[in-house]
């Protein structure tokens, strides 16, 4: 009885030095360039939807797992939360700090505690390099298991597995859908204005050429008549946008004085409002560098939007060039 009472006594001892020089924390970091802009990384770094749907190394683990999203991408309290197999588990991602080259994440494993994550993006002279990391803080009587097991070899092979995955979905889209440019974005104030157009319709992102075709000479053709002057080029008012699928809706729109009314059309009242304004030059279809460069800015700021609307300035009738076409992007802010 005394030599088992002996072991267990050395065994604990042993146990307890293990503890005191196994490692308190683990890091796990790897890193790797992607030829897009530090823009279009964070943005799409920041959203943990595109995370699990195009980039995650675990996903593929549990095509059946439950996932929940929670908050806005690129938003302090975004929250992801997942349930799903042995080989995914239980746990959630919450974006905690979104600024500078860095965005900073809280990681739980249900029934592991909390741990670090961490991206740093940074500009370099053909795209971001971006580094993936994560930071766990070790209890006492766990840091003997640590000293056999080798986590960043373990959890490094899916970070690269990860990065990899991002790397080709994102230097794969589109250069013009990609790129968050170099778009500049200023903030404005804007009195009360009145638009006059199309009631708010829902379409395919694709046929909205056709739409505004049709309706833009007719809005015309009736200010003409009324004898009312425009205050901005034709417009459409954009009151949202899938990206994926390319559905919106929208209207077809003039901007009139306040206190002209143009009868057969529906009316947009908008109040003194601060907006957000960048220029694009181009094919109106290729905005969305403009979109991205003004997302981007939003998310520096932390500023919110109600709707958008995207100016025609230049006539496409009288310039062929498509590099010469301006569209002012307006947000009009919340």
């Known amino acids: 009885m005394k030599k088992v009472l002996y072991v267990i006594i050395a065994l604990v001892l042993v146990y307890l030095v293990l503890a005191m020089v196994g490692p308190n924390e683990i890091k796990v970091e790897r890193t790797i360039s992607i030829s897009k802009s530090v823009a279009v990384v964070k943005t799409k770094l920041g959203d943990f939807k595109y995370f699990h749907d195009e980039w995650s190394p675990w996903s593929e683990k549990d095509p059946n797992m439950k996932n929940t999203y929670k908050g806005n991408p690129g938003e302090v309290g975004h929250l992801y ?94 250069e013009e859908v990609a790129a968050a440019s170099n778009h500049e974005v200023k903030e404005i104030q804007w009195e009360a204005r009145t638009f006059y157009g199309t009631k708010r319709v829902k379409m395919d992102g694709n046929k909205l050429g056709a739409f505004f075709g049709e309706n833009f000479p007719k809005m015309w053709g009736e200010l003409e008549k009324e004898k009312i002057q425009s205050c901005m080029s034709p417009c459409g008012l954009f ?57 981007a800015y939003m998310k520096e700021k932390k500023l919110d939007y109600s709707f958008v609307i995207e100016e025609y300035v230049t006539d496409p009738t009288l310039e062929k060039d498509t590099a010469r076409w301006l569209t002012n992007i307006y947000y009009i802010l919340k």
Not at 85 to 106: H, P, T, W
Not at 266 to 279: C, D, M, Q, T
């Open 81 to 174: 939360s997942w349930e799903g197999n042995k080989d995914v588990g239980k746990g959630e991602m919450e974006l905690m700090a979104y600024n500078g080259d860095s965005l900073i994440e809280r990681l739980y494993f249900d029934g592991m505690g909390d741990s670090k994550v961490y991206f740093i993006t940074k500009d370099n002279s053909k795209g971001t390099d971006i580094t993936w990391g994560m930071i766990s803080q070790i209890g006492f009587m766990g840091r003997p298991f640590m000293l056999f097991m080798d986590m960043d070899k373990m959890l490094g092979a899916d970070f690269e597995k990860g990065l990899s995955k991002l790397k080709t979905k994102l230097e794969s889209m589109k």
């Open 239 to 295: 009151y949202s946008w899938d990206e994926k699928t390319m559905a919106t809706e929208c209207a077809a729109a003039f901007c009139v004085p306040n206190d002209k009314e143009l009868k057969g059309w529906e009316k947009y009242s908008i109040p003194a409002s601060k907006v957000l304004i960048a220029p694009h030059y181009g094919a109106p279809e290729k905005s969305i560098e403009a979109h991205y460069a003004i997302d």
